[in-house]
């Protein structure tokens, strides 16, 4: 049941007429005083069950967020619906700090954000103690999880906030966690008694693709110039050297693009993350350092040039495409080499058996996902413990992957490792025993004389690039091993089923590429995205006029008002001032602040 106080605060601030799916419930428990821990996919409006019961309660909601780069905009983006919000962080000069704990304690405040490391601070406890708080709102709880995807130990200390805070209600929030993940959230922050909220991970507007790899940056232009020109976007890599050199790439070939990693220093991070939330159509290549909490609502791609370590990841990297609901691409390319190098990965990384069997389990579901027949969005809620129908819009819903019985070209493969190993007590990677398997004549077949094995030549039947899929199938069902530092295939206990065990083998062959038609997919449609052509050019004027107030107040586009705000203004034209305020995402503060500009603009010829 929704109240009137809710909802009058989420039409006068917030510029909403009624709440999403699962808000409601959430903002309405936690409002009264209740424990939540809510389980909600990007773009799926987290932040308003937390930012509405603070507003409700008496007292100031405490943030605990691990986004310090970012807490400014956040704070901005509240401040211009005009909620009194504030930030303590290592950014700040004393001066900054000292007026902010002011604020909170005479209780001109409504939300205070805190990096989770402030609360080791003695002044921080203290602070808290001599205030009136609403509620604790924990941000990006995955983080408490050693083996979720994005690991912080300083949500390893947030328990204490029901320990010496114990009336006042948490509300942990996620984008993404597994059964696993998420009993661990509740365990480690002492929530298992709490209300949890789990939602759809579904976002419908999301075409997910995988490909082959074949020159993945070409194929990653090609997508950008046919599908994206303009837009702005993600692009992940999982080494520094791959981001520097993708972000010249596009330079190069007239696409504007910023590297984002570890390596920059922290000032250049910073201009380049800035850059990003505040242009329009501008791609960062990054490493999975940059993304978190990125609250940008117009990114219309996430492609990915090497492969995630886990689902989870993929996930929460994907859903930073279209939180604004409009269409949008999570695009992965992937290849033989990815599964190598993330097998090697694995075998080469610290902790015990234990760690690397977790790390294992990861991969083995990534895999899955990118060799499946089935639709992937099926794939990827099943994932989360949750089921879905087929989307008819991802690209094995558009072009059906056929598949085909691999199960005497996995015995060929398979038994020319063990030959090697038994014959010639020889390892090899997967070029060298493609090669046997074809009959190639080259200068290293001849040096080691495995022209003179009896497998030399059986593979005739397939191509390099299929026997390479087989490969890297075998390696995803975990019929063969990488081992050393060289890349060397090795067979496993289970590739005895496969030679002398009468198990066959179903592989997957690479599907077409789906085109055009994946644009007249389930989300265009869901999301209303096309503007007629007589439109788009008022929609452009007021692109360019949010552009320059958002430079003028130094803040993003976004926290002007979204794309789809834009949209519906340039669909509707309102004529007046009430009639704007009707349009969805502006509030009484946003009315009153932008509202002329916004009908003169219109009127604008």
Known sequence: ???????????????????????????????????????????????????????????????????????????????????????????????????????????????????????????????????????????????????????????????????????????????????????????????????????????????YRIVAKNEPRKQLLELLRTEHPGDAGIVYCLSRKSVEDTAEFLVRNGIEALPYHAGLDAAQRAEHQSRFLREDGLIVVATIAFGMGIDKPDVRFVAHLDLPKSIEGYYQETGRAGRDGLASTAWLAYGLQDVMQQRKLIDNSEGDAAHRRKLGTHLDAMLALCETVECRRVRLLAYFGQQGQPCGNCDTCLAPPESWDGTVAAQKLLSTVVRLARERRQKFGAGQIIDILLGKKTAKISQHAHDELSVFGVGTELTDSAWRGVVRQLLAMGLLAVEGDYGTLVTTEASDEVLYQGRTITLRTEPKRPGKAAKSGKASRGADAELPEELRPLFERLRAWRAATAKEQGVPAYVIFHDATLRQIATEQPASLSELGAMSGIGENKLAKYGESVLETLNAE
Request: contains cysteine; negative net charge; proline residues 5%.
């Open 1 to 207: 049941m929704t109240t009137p106080e809710t909802l009058k605060v989420l039409n006068q601030v917030f510029g909403y007429d009624e709440f999403r799916e699962g808000q409601a419930e959430i903002v309405e428990h936690v409002s009264g005083g209740g424990d939540a821990l809510v389980l909600m996919p990007t773009g799926g409006g987290k932040s308003l069950c937390y930012q509405i019961p603070a507003l409700v309660r008496d007292g100031v909601g405490v943030v605990i967020s691990p986004l310090i780069a970012l807490m400014q905009d956040q704070v901005d983006a509240l401040r211009a619906l005009g909620v009194r919000a504030g930030f303590l962080n290592s950014t700040q000069a004393p001066d900054e700090q000292r007026m902010v704990e002011k604020e909170f304690l005479a209780g001109e405040l409504d939300l205070l954000y805190l990096a989770p490391e402030r609360l080791r601070v003695d002044q921080t406890i203290r602070l808290l103690d001599n205030g009136n708080i609403a509620l604790f709102a924990i941000d990006e709880a995955h983080c408490v999880s050693q083996w979720g995807h994005d690991f912080r130990p300083d949500y390893l200390e947030l328990s204490q906030l029901h320990e010496r805070w114990p009336k006042v209600p948490r509300i942990a929030l996620t984008a993404t966690a597994t059964e696993a993940t998420h009993a661990e959230i509740a365990r480690r922050l002492g929530l298992e008694d709490a209300h949890h909220f789990v939602a759809s991970f579904d976002r419908p507007n999301i075409q």
